[in-house]
């Protein structure tokens, strides 16, 4: 039996691992950000908190209701 055509069926599947796992430590480096304060993205509106809280803390914009912010 020839091994030969499984190699490119193998290289494929070994691609999209390696962007999976790319994908899954973006997830956790945007969990992991702690900030005392978050400014929409939307309208620029600055969301202070007394402890550092991550992204998904600020959510949503009191505001615009937006759910894209940044560390401020
Ligand atoms: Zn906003």
Same mark, same amino acid.
């Given at each position: 039996m020839d091994?030969? %055509?499984l190699k490119p069926i193998r290289? *494929? /599947?070994e691609t999209i691992?390696?962007?999976v796992d790319y994908a899954i430590s973006? /997830? +956790?480096s945007f969990e992991e950000v702690r900030s005392l304060g978050w400014q929409c993205? @939307?309208?620029g509106h600055v969301k +202070?908190?007394?402890r550092k *809280?991550? @992204?998904e803390t600020a959510r949503p914009? %009191? +505001?615009c209701n937006g759910v894209s912010f940044r560390p401020a």
């Open positions: 091994e030969a %055509p290289d *494929v /599947l691992r390696e962007r973006r /997830l +956790k993205e @939307g309208c +202070k908190f007394t *809280v991550s @992204g914009c %009191p +505001k």
